[in-house]
């Protein structure tokens, strides 16, 4: 049986997200494609109209407007709740990752955010998103701060990416960089 209505919804998430994590400079690490896609679908449920009508699915489904502030995946913030020493600063570099969601499809004001330390250094768990409430997230002012974003462009620039290890007996396809020139290697361990 084919359903195009349902490919079309598929094919739309899938754009959605291929975009978001490019965006985000997400695509430098090799887990985080869950945060993205669970972003992506949820930012579709809240802003897409459904097929056949002019409203949101979140609208429908709530009877009002997704009115929560607008953060791009992979935006700078500040966020308090990381563990920290008594003389430390009271918050932390982070990358927002989302809306964490409840039971139900609910938002309680909960973003997910990745620690930038934690990513800068690749420590384990660094894939992990961290629940912040959004009082204790600052935005800094002025135009979206995208650090991973940036960061990837910059390495393009001047020609070197280095990518998270690769984990051993898996096939993998390994782009190597190299200041004007471009090769694909495979690697079998």
Request: aromatic share 10%.
């Amino acid at each position: 049986m084919h359903n195009s209505q349902l490919e079309r919804e598929i094919r739309t998430l899938e754009g959605v997200s291929r975009a978001l994590h490019l965006q985000a400079g997400f695509h430098t690490f090799q887990d985080l494609w869950q945060l993205t896609v669970s972003h992506a679908a949820w930012m579709t449920t809240c802003y897409h109209a459904k097929p056949g009508s002019e409203e949101s699915r979140y609208k429908l489904a709530t009877g009002e407007d997704w009115n929560v502030r607008d953060l791009m995946l992979g935006q700078l913030l500040y966020a308090r709740g990381f563990q920290r020493e008594k003389f430390q600063s009271n918050a932390k570099p982070a990358i927002f990752a989302g809306f964490r969601l409840d039971i139900g499809s609910t938002y309680k004001g909960v973003y997910l955010v990745l620690d930038c330390k934690a990513l800068k250094e690749l420590s384990p768990g660094y894939q992990v998103a961290m629940s912040v409430p959004c009082e204790e997230a600052f935005e800094p002012e002025g135009s979206p701060v995208m650090p991973l974003h940036a960061a990837s462009q910059a390495a393009l620039i001047i020609g070197q990416i280095r990518w998270p290890k690769l984990g051993s007996n898996s096939k993998y396809r390994r782009a190597v960089f190299v200041v004007g020139t471009y090769s694909s290697t495979s690697r079998e361990e």
